[in-house]
């Protein structure tokens, strides 16, 4: 299936990442970008502390689909491994919601804890660098991608923290 069909959860830092960049509108122009409440939540804290081009339109967020998540959805990740308590609240909402859908889903953020949770769960190989997403749509960022949103070194992370986890390599 080609990574245009499938949904893409996006964290909050990505959202973040995607507008200082000038890059959320192509991402969601060419995929189908989804998050959840919380993340959305998230990008609105510090908004007051930010230069007017920095801040992040709350309206164009929802160019993305934005989930609600139950705290049933909360307790059934919960089960799925303890590690879940310990993310950033958004993080672990969209963690919830990835954990309770049956498609064939992409997930995109830079956390490490959050890329250690999809590692121990058997997700390597649905976690996608934003660069890698950026490059498939045909985008180039006005200003360079931090280097947590590239493709090597997400490649080095899931490496590294497979070899931690037990899992082996790739």
Same mark, same amino acid.
């Given at each position: 299936?080609?990574?245009?069909?499938?949904?893409?959860?996006?964290?909050?830092?990505?959202?973040?990442?995607?507008?200082?960049?000038?890059?959320? &509108? *192509?991402?969601?122009?060419?995929?189908?970008?989804?998050?959840?409440?919380?993340?959305?939540?998230?990008?609105?804290?510090?908004?007051?502390?930010?230069?007017?081009?920095?801040?992040?339109?709350?309206?164009?967020?929802?160019?993305?689909?934005?989930?609600?998540?139950?705290?049933? $959805? &909360?307790?059934? *990740?919960?089960?799925?491994?303890d590690l879940v308590?310990?993310?950033d609240p958004g993080?672990?909402?969209?963690?919830?919601?990835?954990?309770?859908?049956?498609?064939?889903?992409?997930?995109?953020?830079?956390?490490?804890?959050?890329? &250690?949770?999809?590692?121990?769960?058997?997700?390597?190989?649905?976690?996608?660098?934003?660069? *890698?997403?950026?490059?498939?749509?045909?985008? &180039?960022?006005?200003?360079?991608?931090?280097?947590?949103?590239t493709r090597a070194?997400?490649?080095?992370?899931?490496? $590294?923290?497979?070899?931690?986890?037990?899992?082996?390599?790739?």
């Amino acid at each position: 299936m080609p990574p245009g069909a499938r949904p893409i959860l996006v964290d909050t830092n990505v959202i973040l990442e995607g507008y200082r960049t000038g890059s959320w &509108r *192509a991402l969601v122009g060419r995929f189908r970008v989804e998050t959840v409440t919380d993340c959305v939540t998230e990008t609105q804290t510090g908004a007051q502390k930010r230069r007017p081009e920095q801040r992040i339109d709350p309206a164009e967020l929802r160019l993305a689909a934005v989930h609600d998540v139950t705290d049933t $959805e &909360r307790a059934v *990740a919960l089960t799925r491994d303890d590690l879940v308590r310990f993310l950033d609240p958004g993080e672990q909402a969209l963690w919830a919601h990835a954990l309770g859908r049956d498609d064939t889903w992409l997930l995109c953020g830079p956390d490490k804890a959050s890329l &250690r949770l999809g590692v121990r769960l058997g997700f390597r190989d649905r976690m996608v660098a934003f660069e *890698a997403l950026l490059d498939d749509a045909g985008h &180039r960022p006005r200003v360079p991608l931090r280097l947590n949103y590239t493709r090597a070194w997400l490649a080095t992370c899931l490496a $590294e923290l497979a070899q931690q986890e037990g899992k082996g390599p790739a």
